[in-house]
């Protein structure tokens, strides 16, 4: 039932910005954890960036300092901003987001990934 669905990808020149949205639908509640993936050609899926319900964050090493994540809990909506991209930033970002019911029951949604390119 619910669904993650991504927009913001695209192709922006080195030292340029852009900023991802992803929308958890199909919910009521607020998602415990939501995030960004991404995955380049011939590389494993890593973590970007979390952030949880009450605003905590985690980022890769790679990204700090670039990339801020933010949330709107209201909306189960996650951002991410990212300024200063490298070329090794280009990768499909895949959004996620990890929903809690019970100490031993929880959901994890994928998005479908969105394209970040970024020119030299």
């Known amino acids: 039932q619910v669904l993650l669905v991504e927009s913001g990808g695209g192709l922006v020149q080195a030292g340029g910005s852009l900023r991802l949205s992803c929308a958890a639908s199909?919910?009521?509640?607020?998602?415990?954890?939501m995030g960004w993936y991404r995955q380049a050609p011939g590389k494993q899926r890593d973590l970007v960036a979390a952030i949880t319900s009450g605003s905590s964050t985690n980022y890769a090493d790679s990204v700090k300092g670039r990339f801020t994540i933010s949330r709107d809990n209201a909306k189960n909506t996650v951002y991410l901003q990212m300024n200063s991209l490298k070329p090794e930033d280009t990768a499909v970002y895949y959004c996620?987001?990890?929903?809690?019911?019970?100490?031993?029951?929880?959901?994890?949604?994928w998005g479908q990934g969105t394209q970040v390119t970024v020119s030299s």
């Open positions: 199909g919910s009521s509640v607020s998602m415990n954890v």
């Open positions: 996620n987001a990890r929903l809690v019911l019970t100490p031993t029951l929880e959901n994890t949604y």
